[in-house]
């Protein structure tokens, strides 16, 4: 399996099967875990119930009408955090690079780890052999270049299972199913795509994506690359501080450098009022672009001298990665992330000494900044930045 790869597990039925783990008289039976039953919902029910239409998230006094003979017990989460615990322990020791969805499920990436663990599918068993002789329970794994495609793949033959989609398999892996397995295509979503006569991924993928972003905005663009099996997100240990980003897919190419910075400086402001609404500093930058022959993906990042919260040294910044990347080519996206976040009161190295240059202009612009939040938390966007406002030639010298 070439480039990246990416695993995902999801235990079986979680919270039932630690319940019937620990109480061997319920081995077999159906186990509905959830609320009170008059007003509660089902939060996990095992694969016993599911032979009688419970589903996780509906109303228990449904379970109770389709399932009556069924053992409903209430959600004892502390049990179900030790036995996460467990899991996550697994994980770990199989890749430094895990991130959780939740307490059953979570994204490792594997990506070179083959002479370590062996071909995909001699590792996916090593993962749930690894997993069982820990917590005795059961999981299902996916194996792709992707985590969107490993999520798709870990459910389709559960429980207990493992579906491994080779690099290169990816879209025709997904072409049979149906359009609901894209994540943001929701049951309204669904119904509009089905009235297009669009009913599974091959048809999404077949789908002009002019047509599809005509029809869903941005969404568009984002089910058009899913349903080729393109997904370049990372995965992203646990205790990682996330990024907070900006980006747009044109209506229109763009290239060279001037037009690429037009959009990041509008991109650096959004995404430094982000950081600044939430009490946020950075020291990375990211810039970000798509090009527009074979959908290529390239991202540069850089480090700030300090943690900054203001539009101009994150638009400088960004600007200093422009030379690594090939701004004569044609691009279709065009963006900036800021990451290695801390909370704005964290002290920083930097701040023990004297500040440099960069840094004291740095900390000023936020000062002014954080001035025009207040003055648009308190009478709307009525400020805009001086390089943005039309001139007025009349009065030109």
């Known amino acids: 399996m070439a480039g990246r790869v990416i695993v995902h597990l999801d235990m079986d039925a979680f919270y039932a099967a630690v319940e019937q783990r620990d109480r061997p008289e319920l081995v077999g039976r159906p186990v509905i875990i959830g609320g009170p039953v008059r007003r509660g919902v089902v939060s996990t029910a095992s694969y016993e119930a599911r032979v009688f239409g419970v589903r996780s998230a509906m109303p228990m006094a449904e379970a109770l009408r389709r399932c009556p003979d069924g053992v409903y017990l209430p959600v004892d989460m502390p049990r179900y955090v030790e036995a996460s615990r467990g899991i996550m322990e697994v994980f770990h020791r199989f890749s430094p ?23 995909p599918d001699v590792l996916a068993r090593a993962l749930k052999d690894a997993v069982s ?16 495609v490993a999520k798709v793949a870990s459910d389709l033959h559960k429980p207990d299972g493992i579906t491994i989609v080779p690099a290169g398999t990816e879209a025709a892996f997904l072409a049979p199913l149906p359009i609901g397995r894209l994540w ?79 959009l990041l400086r509008d991109h650096a402001d959004r995404v430094a009022r982000h950081l600044r609404g939430s009490g946020l500093k950075a020291c990375g930058v ?62 920083a190295q930097g701040d023990l000494f004297a500040a440099s240059g960069d840094e004291m202009r740095s900390e000023r612009v936020s000062r002014v900044e954080h001035a025009v939040d207040a003055l648009r938390e308190r009478f709307g966007d009525v400020v805009a930045r001086a390089a943005r406002v039309p001139r007025d030639r009349s009065r030109d010298g």
């Open 133 to 148: 002789e820990a917590v005795r329970l059961t999981c299902s794994v996916g194996v792709a270049s992707n985590k969107f």
């Open 184 to 262: 943001g295509v929701g049951p309204k979503t669904a119904e509009r795509l089905q009235r297009l006569g669009l009913v599974t991924i091959a048809d999404i993928a077949a789908a002009d994506p002019a047509n599809l972003r005509a029809r869903l905005g941005s969404l568009g663009d984002h089910v058009a690359r899913l349903a080729l099996g393109l997904d370049d997100r990372p995965v992203s240990p646990d205790g990682e501080r996330k990024s907070v980003g900006s980006e747009e897919t044109l209506a229109v190419d763009v290239s060279g450098r001037e037009g690429v910075e037009r």
């Open 97 to 119: 690079a895990v991130e959780p969805l939740s307490l059953d499920e979570a994204f490792l990436d594997m990506t070179g780890c083959e002479t370590l663990f062996g071909p």
């Open 286 to 347: 990211r810039v970000k672009v798509r090009y527009t022959k074979g959908f290529v993906l390239a991202t540069r990042d850089g480090r700030a001298g300090a943690p900054f919260d203001d539009s101009a040294t994150l638009f400088r910044e960004a600007c200093r990665l422009l030379p690594r990347l090939e701004l004569d080519r044609p691009m279709r996206l065009v963006g900036v992330a800021a990451f290695d976040l801390q909370e704005s009161g964290q002290a």
